[in-house]
């Protein structure tokens, strides 16, 4: 104990005012220790007595843990066990009070990647007490007259209300009070008229591509809006996912409701069908990896015109065939976009039983609606102004899809165009290595596209994945070319465009010397692979100009390759 004498001074008048005599006990390490203070004369003290009534920002400073809406009292976070610690773990594996909230579909994180939309805001959150609108089905006949039955109590179907002329749901839209309806999306429009009918419409039945998020619930994105996330995407709960065994890529079909109060999203009912089949039947299905992959065997028919030789010749020098991987060299402008649709064409026309699926990454939008109303198919876009990941994500449900498809014995045809600028969409996205290749492509931006078009295969026992991408040479890109000798000789079947014909504009611009395809005798017959065998003995002197116009005009004047080919023996 220390005494210390203090003595206080007036600074006016000079005299001694008080004299203080001040005890300072100090511990053994010379440190003074102050005096506690009386109970009751701190707001600290009273915290520190009773954690309860600490500040939260207190409470989380000397390591306590918020349980409200649990009952119990406020335990030091050491103290409590694993298991109490897990159950007010919020769902989504943060340190939440427990609140569902924080892991529900309606906070998806997913979302929130984009700028708040007020006005969207405004439309997914359900109305309060309000009566629907009363549809006045003469006036409505008049704006609409393909609507009318949406709004009569039967069964809707949201894909073919997704198929309507927008003009027609603007017009709905309006005479069902939506404000501002003609600068919505269509998605928003609709979303707005389904919820302004609530309460009037009677069953609603919805189908999409599912895609699971890391949280366990997942979503139905629609095909016509090239699986983007939008407010009329269908939500799919866990025990939904957990009973049928779904993935991503599955197509689901089932009765859905419109959100609820507090709700954001459609809700999936019923699940009535998977990939097109019962239910049922898909919790019994075999994962595609463990499937057993052949070589092609069964070709696909490209003849349907006699004026479309671009198919026939195809069909004739470089057949293609259920499960085939090929791959289509071209150097720019020489056709490559015309012969995939034309090939599209005739596989739909030849082969209606087969899914066919169009896609198109880093395109011009003229060229993607061209292809829509050119091909009786599924065509899904990523033109050249969304970013990278966009044409990952489209790439990544493209696929998956067809695998879901595959594994329930479908047959699944892919066209690519192109798998060059999928490869440099990876680059951009993929996590630098470290280790950089000639042209600026990481090591391991070609993974996953190697992975994509090493998909396509003839599965054992029924089902086959078959592929045509494109590939991009002569573009004066050394990252282009970098890209192409990668994928050089992992295709089973090649078809060489040549920029000679392009300049004289003989289409198509084939290059039959350097095209062809392994295994041919696989789908040729023995009679057809001889005189194929001689044909190609023939043209192989000949110059790739003089090849293609032979084959024309030996072509115009017959009916099919068959007769094409008796016509050599004349």
């Not at 939008?365 to 599924?378: C, I, L």
């Amino acid at each position: 104990m220390v005494t210390t004498n203090t003595t206080e001074i007036s600074q006016d008048t000079g005299e001694v005012v008080e004299n203080k005599t001040v005890e300072t006990k100090v511990s053994e390490t010379g440190a003074e220790e102050q005096k506690p203070k009386p109970e009751g004369t701190d707001k600290d003290l009273v915290a520190e007595q009773d954690p309860q009534r600490r500040s939260p920002r207190t409470r989380r400073a000397v390591g306590y843990t918020s349980s409200q809406g649990s009952g119990r009292r406020y335990t030091p976070r050491s103290s409590r066990s694993v298991d109490d610690r897990d159950r007010d773990r919020g769902r989504n594996g943060s340190d939440r009070n427990g609140d569902y909230r924080g892991s529900d579909y309606r906070n998806n994180d997913r979302y929130n990647e984009k700028p708040i939309d007020r006005n969207l805001d405004r439309l997914q959150d359900a109305p309060k007490n309000k009566q629907p609108v009363v549809i006045d089905e003469k006036e409505l006949e008049k704006v609409a007259p393909n609507l009318v039955h949406y709004f009569t109590g039967q069964k809707m179907y949201l894909k073919e209300l997704k198929e309507v002329d927008i003009n027609e749901l603007i017009a709905v839209a309006n005479h069902m009070g939506v404000d501002n309806a003609a600068g919505l999306k269509r998605q928003e429009i609709i979303f707005a008229i389904l919820q302004t009918q609530i309460d009037s419409t009677g069953e609603i039945y919805g189908e999409g591509v599912l895609e699971t998020l890391p949280d366990g619930f997942g979503f139905l994105r629609s095909e016509d809006y090239n699986y983007l996330p939008g407010p009329d995407d269908i939500y799919v709960s866990p025990s939904q996912i957990r009973r049928f065994n779904l993935r991503t890529g599955d197509t689901v079909f089932g009765q859905t409701r419109p959100p609820k109060e507090g709700e954001r999203y459609f809700a999936l009912l019923k699940v009535d069908a998977v990939n097109f089949e019962p239910a049922e039947l898909a919790r019994h299905k075999v994962l595609f990896d463990n499937l057993t992959p052949l070589y092609p065997e069964q070709k696909f028919n490209l003849e349907h015109d006699k004026k479309e030789t671009t198919s026939r010749i195809i069909d004739l020098l470089s057949p293609i065939g259920k499960g085939q991987r090929a791959l289509v060299v071209a150097p720019p402008r020489t056709g490559k976009t015309m012969m995939l649709q034309k090939i599209a064409n005739a596989i739909t026309a030849n082969h209606p039983e087969v899914a066919l699926i169009v896609l198109l990454i880093d395109e011009r939008p003229e060229e993607v609606t061209d292809m829509e109303r050119s091909v009786k198919g599924e065509v899904i876009s990523s033109t050249f102004d969304e970013p990278a990941t966009r044409h990952v994500q489209v790439a990544e449900m493209v696929i998956e899809k067809a695998k879901r498809l595959v594994e329930h014995k479908k047959d699944v045809v892919i066209l690519l165009d192109s798998i060059t600028r999928l490869a440099r969409a990876y680059n951009t996205v993929v996590p630098p290595s470290g280790k950089i290749l000639s042209g600026g492509v990481d090591s391991n931006a070609l993974h996953k596209p190697k992975r994509f078009f090493g998909a396509a295969r003839n599965i054992e026992h029924g089902g086959s994945l078959t592929i045509i991408a494109t590939a991009l040479i002569d573009t004066g890109s050394r990252m282009d070319e970098v890209i192409f000798e990668e994928f050089k000789g992992t295709g089973n079947s090649e078809i060489h465009l040549d920029r000679k014909l392009m300049e004289k504009r003989i289409f198509p611009c084939m290059d039959v010397n350097k095209s062809g395809t392994r295994k041919e005798e696989l789908l040729l017959e023995p009679d057809v692979l001889s005189r194929v065998w001689i044909l190609r003995k023939l043209l192989h002197s000949l110059n790739v100009i003089d090849t293609m116009e032979f084959l024309h005009d030996k072509m115009k004047d017959t009916v099919n390759n068959a007769d094409f080919l008796e016509s050599m023996n004349r």
